[in-house]
């Protein structure tokens, strides 16, 4: 049996990892230390007999006893208000944490696959963004501490495969969305779903043209999932290239619901908030064979019976 050790594990994404990593016969060691975890995400997995949880910060030295294989780091916040809250713990996870994982990999000669984000585009130039963009990111801005956080992860991943021979991948994550997003964490989708149910306004930033594409996340574990078996050591983008703009994304969203007591607001549009964002995924394509099954109105159903039951 192979062991895979998946940071950020009480995640939104860590835990579905978690559960596909357990379905494919793997002994799962979760770790997170919850700071915007929560451990009702994993609590379905306690009883299983091939899953550990380890309550541990990465930015500390890392202890894994015996064999692993694997390493999934997807320890970080990742919402923009989350890392507006914490801009050090998001830096020192994205550097430090890192650092820690890479070593982890390099002392067990486990494989090492690494959570980067469409973030190191920033506001982007070119559209749909390929891999070989560099980006446009303003490092001193208020989501300078998640971008330039990712981007050193990217950096210190390349160093230790080019240098130490370490396997590596690289995912570069597109907006996603599914069961277990954090009500609060002040993200479009959550935000937009809790304000339609309670009959509220859903606050639309700026005019709302500015766009995304978001991905089920059912679909990004299965990249993923490919990428990590796959031989491929330079940043791949794993993504749903469906975009819309946010306006007409809340309107989706208004008649999914179809609370006829909810409206749209509109508030000033957060300082460099991109103003589109949409994956090029020829390389996912050609390189692993992946491409989003799921579409966005097929997703968005599962999704609203998850916030349904949990939107107080
Ligand atoms: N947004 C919005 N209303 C909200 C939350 C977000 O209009 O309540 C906008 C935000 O300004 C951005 C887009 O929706 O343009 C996606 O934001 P999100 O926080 O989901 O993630 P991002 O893609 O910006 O990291």
Redesign the pocket.
């Known amino acids: 049996m192979k062991t895979v050790l998946i940071t950020g594990a009480a995640g939104f994404l860590g835990s579905h990892l978690c559960d596909r990593f357990l379905a494919e016969g793997f002994h799962v060691i979760g770790m997170d230390n919850l700071l915007t975890g929560s451990l009702d995400n994993i609590q379905h997995l306690f009883p299983k007999k091939e899953f550990e949880y380890y309550h541990h910060d990465v930015t500390k030295f890392v202890h894994v006893p015996g064999e692993l294989d694997y390493i999934l780091h997807f320890a970080s916040p990742a ?2 208000i989350d890392y507006l809250k914490m801009p050090i713990q998001t830096l020192k996870v994205g550097a430090l944490g890192t650092h820690n994982l890479l070593g982890l990999a390099k002392a067990k000669q486990a494989r090492i696959l690494v959570a980067s984000t469409s ?1 190191v585009y920033g506001d982007p130039l070119t559209h749909p963004q390929k891999e070989d963009y560099w980006g446009n990111v303003n490092p001193v801005g208020p989501r300078g501490v998640y971008d330039e956080a990712k981007r050193f992860l990217e950096a210190i991943t390349m160093a230790y495969h080019n240098f130490h021979g370490v396997e590596t991948r690289i995912v570069r994550i597109f ?1 996603t969305y599914g069961p277990r997003m954090r009500v609060n964490d ?4 959550p ?2 779903f809790s304000q339609a149910i309670r009959g509220e306004g859903l ?4 005019d ?1 043209s ?1 766009t ?1 594409s978001f991905c089920y996340v059912d679909d990004l574990v299965e990249g993923i999932y490919r990428l990590l078996m796959s031989d491929h050591h330079l940043p791949v983008n794993i993504g749903n290239p469906d975009e819309i703009s ?1 306006k007409e994304f ?1 309107e989706e969203i208004l008649a999914i619901v179809g609370n006829p007591e909810a409206t749209i607001t509109y ?1 000033e ?2 300082k460099d ?2 103003k589109v ?1 949409q994956p090029d995924i020829t390389k996912a394509r050609n390189l692993l064979g992946w491409e989003p099954k799921i579409s966005r109105k097929d997703g968005l159903k599962v999704t609203l019976d998850y916030f349904k039951e949990v939107v107080g």
Do not use: W, Y
């Not at 606050?203 to 700026?206: A, D, K, M, P, R």
């Open positions: 919402s923009p973030e907006n002040g993200r479009a989708l935000a937009f606050t639309v930033f700026g709302g500015q995304r946010i809340a508030k549009l957060p908030d991109p964002r």
